[in-house]
């Protein structure tokens, strides 16, 4: 009826002539013609044309691949914005990235890094009148193939013998991941089942918004809002500029590294660690604007991470080889008093000094000790004393007994002295020192005070250690008087230093036996790496008991005393940090991507090398070769503006445009390929246009595996440029495309092009898309996406990481990896020969 209300009077018998026209003549014959490539009317030989349209395929696809990573470098620029926010757990100022990692990598970078592909499907729909092609869908299944395939069993056996990579973020790989299998499920859902050969405006638009949902979900998952705890924020250097670094967070990152690597590092080598542990991630668009620079001849960046993994792994080897000392270990001895001071009354008559040994008990040492004057003098007050202790091996514990004359005259307290000297140990291997409590004052009392108790030093300095944590002894006074056992509560308050953090808390009880004049308990300040900073935190003692009181002269009065400790920084470590700040710098300028002008546009154009570094590689053969084949493409995207002009705005829409163009004639060339080879347009498109768009991205993902700490950044990203690419590469062209025809209706080159549409859509106005090979392609390559994604998930239960692991595990499930490519390629290849049409 709506042929007929158009004046078609036999509507069936025209469709029959609509659909038995001629062909139109193909790309690489007489008059053929593409997007942009036009060819004569006396074209060359298919068998001469050939090898030159291939040779010439690839060399687009070098250029592409190079505008691609100027694109890369733009959205890197864009997303490494920065800001200064207020951080209430560090109470401070930070510098914190605008754009979150996850929803960058999602977006932006997953554009940048598939840009080809996705703008092939563009310009084939928009520059073919609207109508869908045989490259674009095609190319996007065919490198989603590629890369879940092929760049995952490049990056399993990449990485090196005992190593395994695991996904750090699972929550956010499980979200791409199940997108990844969505995506093209619903893509066959929509082009097959729902209306079959046929996109209607709201399956373009619904496919179109799975991108910002999928953006939404994983930023969700990055958080932590999908798992059971919310993520943890861990202390991690933001890239940029030196000047944003805090020193006192560098010396925290330093003092880690030492800590869990040890000494004997060099500042260079600590820098590297540094940057590997705590340093930013490498951004995707890093990774690959590395990779393809190697591949055209130019190698910006030097050695530095191939430098980095043999210092982590020859500090792990020196590490485990200290498990077997090569040497003797030394063994040490202390010998010292049980206590800094005793008080004792006149009439106790003997006082019975304690002498400890501590640390290696296997061997017998010797101490001298005797007795020395103060106010009290021998003879009168107390007996001297002077000889030598034989500590037997397995011997804890010694005696020194002094007599302590009583008289009748009343006199203030007094005090004498015992030394510990000369510490010796008859064992080789074994040395003996003298302990803290080398020397113990005796005081003697003639009342019955239980005395006043008081800190020995309100304020104690410090100094914080290098490595290790530092054990700081308090002792406690009791002056005026030693009567009886006393005790009192002992505890710790917060200041600027946080218990937990920078020291740990303590709350008990000290006790003083009878006629014990001091008593110590230990604090441990926490070693974390301070620049110049000095925290402080204060220990109280109160509630005494026993009859003691508290000194009311000390700071805190009768109610409580109060010692004020103050944990200072190294002066080594400031120094070692101020080392530390240069070597970062360089580092990091030496990863830095983008330009500042066109002049240095240019002159990286021009030049080959582009290493800076003393150890940076020297061009070879293979290097000239491939720029001088790639100097004119980097001559001409010279041309696009640099990413320090609007913040990388303009230079992302400029090398966008570029790339369209460029994109277009890979279009055409691809075609002219399929056609003088005489196969068809869904083959070329998912073997060689597939493999060109993505083998940059398989260097720099297996890049990515080797250098980085996880595998997020080179499978992880797979799943997710994989869901980017059916959402937005497939989804944006298709919903515009079925908006079009909506409005335009059918005209006659619609009804001749469409004939059997016409028959279930009378009315017209449809954005038809063949489901056909389509339909095959996406059908295997789902169900060998699921079952990979399996494997994956199971490789980390059973082998504990997603990449690497035993050699001949690795490579058995790389080569089963690679086998599934070529099985997809060849039922997708048969398909699409199978279903060639009339004018194929």
Known sequence: LKLRSRGVRRPRAWLRRMASQECAPKICEANGQGTIWRTGSNPWPRGVTAPLYILLLLWFFMGVAIVSDIFMMAIEKVTSKKRRVFNPKKCRMVTVRVWNDTVANLSLMALGSSAPEILLNCIEIFFNDFTSGDL???????????NLLIISAVCVVSIPVGEVRVINDVTVFTVTATFSVFAYIWMLVIVTYVTEDVIDIWEGVLTFMFFPILILVAYAADRGYLSKGRKIETLRLVDGSIEDLNKEELAEMEHAIIREYGGGLTDHEIAHLVERKFGPHKSRAAYRVEATKAMHGQRRTSNTDEHLLSVMRRVSSQTSAQVVPIEEEVKVAYLEFLSAGYSVMEDIGTLKLPVLRKGFSGAQLSVEYASRDGTAVQGKDYEAVKGKLIFAPGEMKHIIEIGIMDDDVVEDKQAFYVDLSNAVSDQKGCEAHLGEHKTVTIQVVDDDDPGKLAFEAEELHVPEKKEDDTIISVTVLRKGGAKGAVTCRYYTEDDTAISGKDYEAVDGTLEFADRQCSAFFDVK????????????????????????????????????????????????????????????????????????????????????????????????????????????????????????????????????VFIGILTALIGDVANLVGCALGIPGPVTAITFVALGTSLPDTFASRSAAVQDEYADASIGNVTGSNSVNVFLGIGLPWMIAAIYWKA?????????????????????????????????????????AFAVIVMFFLRRRLGGGELGGPTVMKWIFATGLVCLWILYLAVASWQAIENKGPCD
């Open 136 to 146: 674009g869908p095609s190319t996007i299944v065919g490198s989603a193939a590629f």
């Open 525 to 656: 300040i926490k070693a974390k790496g301070r620049y110049e900073t000095s925290e402080m935190f204060r220990i109280y003692i109160s509630e005494p008991a026993g009859g003691a009181r508290l000194c009311k002269e000390s700071d805190g009065g009768e109610n409580s005393c109060i010692c004020t400790v103050m944990i200072e920084s190294n002066t080594e470590v400031k120094d070692q940090v101020d080392q530390l700040i240069k070597h970062l710098k360089v580092n990091w300028d030496s990863h830095a991507i983008g330009t500042h002008n066109y002049k240095e546009q240019f002159m990286a154009a021009i030049r080959i090398d582009m290493g800076d570094e003393e150890d940076a590689p020297k061009p070879g053969v293979t290097d000239w070769i491939m720029h001088v084949l790639t100097i004119p493409f980097k001559l001409f995207f010279a041309m696009i503006p640099p990413t320090d002009f609007c913040g990388g705005w303009l230079c992302f829409f400029s090398s966008l």
């Open 744 to 784: 335009m209706g059918m005209d006659e080159e619609y009804m001749s092009r469409y004939p059997d549409v016409l028959l279930r859509y009378p009315e017209g106005g449809v954005f038809v898309v063949r489901g056909g090979t389509l339909k095959v392609s996406v059908i295997v390559f789902s169900a060998i």
